[in-house]
Nanobody
Framework: QVQLVESGGGLVQAGGSLRLSCAAS????????MAWFRRAPGKDREFAAA???????RYADSVKGRFTISRDNVKSTVYLQMNSLKPEDTAVYYC??????????????WGQGTQVTVSS
């Protein structure tokens, strides 16, 4: 079955960096778009970044210019490099697999999440 396992979260000071990883298994990784979503305390889950099968990327305005999504089809892993972190980036970050190859495809599988906490 589809498994998505996130890692790399933690506590970091404002202005710092973290890299999240999501190891995927149970499906043909290179055939699907992948994304990162996040849920801040008391808020709904929101889109952060996505990458298509052709490596096209899409970002939420709130992270554009600071976050970079990438994928390694050999390792079946998607990454989220987060720089210039702000306290408002504090959230549980979730990896997701799309139903198709484009970044606007519906996301149908989710990981368990990894906590990112940014202190001021």
């Amino acid at each position: 079955q589809v498994q998505l396992v996130e890692s790399g979260g933690g506590l970091v000071q404002a202005g710092g960096s973290l890299r999240l990883s999501c190891a995927a298994s149970g499906f043909s990784f290179s055939s699907y778009a992948m994304a990162w979503f996040r849920r801040a305390p008391g808020k709904d889950r929101e889109f952060a970044a996505a990458i298509s099968v052709g490596d096209s990327t899409r970002y939420a305005d709130s992270v554009k210019g600071r976050f970079t999504i990438s994928r390694d089809n050999v390792k079946s892993t998607v990454y989220l490099q987060m720089n210039s972190l702000k306290p408002e980036d504090t959230a549980v970050y979730y990896c997701a697999r799309a139903q198709g190859g484009g970044t606007y495809s519906p996301y149908i599988n989710w990981g368990q999440g990894t906590q990112v906490t940014v202190s001021s």
